[in-house]
């Protein structure tokens, strides 16, 4: 099973900053990584796949980049609707499991 | 627009079993490959079952396997998981997600209790 690691567990940024989260594979994912958003008491939402693909409705603040087993997710002037835990998931086993990073929680400084 | 509904969870005892039904619109289902993943209380996010669109290709996390069973109704456009032998580490909220991989639109979830 390919294990999916994110940091840091928690990133305080004030409103207007950049925040940069980390995953990391333990074996090569290619581009085969999504990411997602999850407010409190809200359901996941698809933000990133293909490791840079913006889904239907990500704003352009949010970008993604990387590819084998070190990704990045950079949110440009952050507001204050993306204070929230993102997660990362590869998708490239084949059979699944399909694996999620526990998270990184972005909270206001 | 796409919509996915999760309902059938509740509070069961260990050893119990409980079927999720997750009614879809909005698309069509039988286009589509679809997942069911879990939160765990205070916890991230875990896939554990998937179905092709015809329904002959299934996979399952090794935490629920031989235990749950993953399927679908196309004339219903519904999403189904009946979950037998409960373990008191499958209390989570229940999601049904469109996708393979990318899973590109979930549903609210349904919370499932296994507590004696």
């Known amino acids: 099973e390919i294990v999916v690691t994110q940091s840091p567990a928690t990133l305080s940024v004030s409103p207007g900053e950049r925040a940069t989260l980390s995953c990391r594979a333990s074996q090569s994912v290619k581009s085969s990584l999504a990411w997602y958003q999850q407010k409190p008491g809200q359901t996941p939402r698809l933000l990133i796949h293909?490791?840079?693909t913006r889904a239907t409705g990500t704003p352009g603040r949010f970008s993604g980049s990387g590819s084998g087993t070190e990704f990045t997710l950079t949110i440009d002037s952050l507001q204050s609707e993306d204070f929230a835990v993102y997660y990362c998931q590869q998708y490239s086993s084949w059979p699944p499991p399909w694996t999620f990073g526990q998270g990184t929680t972005v909270e206001i400084k | 627009q796409v919509q996915l509904v999760e309902s059938g969870g509740g509070l069961v005892k260990p050893g119990g079993s409980l079927r999720l039904s997750c009614a879809a619109s909005?698309?069509?289902?039988?286009?589509?490959?679809m997942s069911w993943i879990r939160q765990a209380p205070g916890k991230g996010l875990e896939w554990v079952a998937y179905i092709s669109r015809t329904g002959n290709s299934i996979y399952y996390a090794d935490s629920v396997w031989g235990r749950f069973t993953i399927s679908r109704d196309g004339a219903k456009s519904s999403l189904y998981l009946q979950m037998s032998r409960l373990r008191t580490d499958d209390t989570a909220v229940y999601y049904c997600a469109r996708g393979e991989g990318i899973l590109s639109h979930w549903g609210q979830g349904t919370p499932v209790i296994v507590s004696s």
């Open positions: 293909s490791a840079s």
């Open positions: 909005g698309f069509s289902f039988s286009d589509h490959y």
